[in-house]
């Protein structure tokens, strides 16, 4: 059973607006676009504004520039800082519980992400080429085969 649209009879550029910001996560500077109310849906890729505010009719849309996970760079130890940045930028956020929509390259930080931050990330919707990845008890894992699964998975 997936969510209902706040206004199914609204078009998407009648029901929310987006807003465009920047937030310091440590020292990295990220903008983000944001979009719609209701429980919070991460998109970690590109997105243009149509299909935003189209997911924005069932979720609060957060979608960070994704040069910024680009541009993170390992540490001397090689590890990525990616958990400890998408952590810092739910909190800096406010967002207590979200969900996340990636592609599965990104599936072992996510799992690292959960773990680290038990009952923050309810569900994963991942999309593209499956990997063995485990996440923690609790967390709901997707795989998607394409876009149009989205919406039903949102509730």
């Known amino acids: 059973m997936g969510a209902e649209p706040v ?62 996970i680009a541009a993170l760079t390992p540490d001397l130890a090689g590890r990525h800082p990616f958990v400890q940045w998408i952590a810092g930028f739910l909190e800096g ?27 923050v990330v309810r569900r994963v919707l991942l999309y593209g080429a499956r990997r063995e990845v485990s996440f923690p008890v609790g967390v709901d894992v997707c795989w998607m085969v394409d876009d149009a699964d989205i919406r039903a998975l949102l509730g």
């Open 93 to 119: 956020l406010g967002v207590t519980v979200t969900t996340v929509l990636a592609p599965a390259s990104l599936a072992p930080e996510l799992s690292e992400l959960a773990k680290a931050q038990p009952g």
């Open 7 to 68: 206004n199914p009879d609204a078009k998407p550029s009648e029901r929310v607006e987006i807003v465009r910001a920047t937030i310091m996560v440590g020292e990295v500077e990220t903008q983000y676009r944001r979009a719609g109310a209701g429980p919070s849906l991460l998109v970690l890729r590109a997105l243009a504004d149509t299909p935003l505010l189209e997911l924005a009719a069932y979720a609060r849309v957060i979608v960070p520039d994704t040069t910024t």
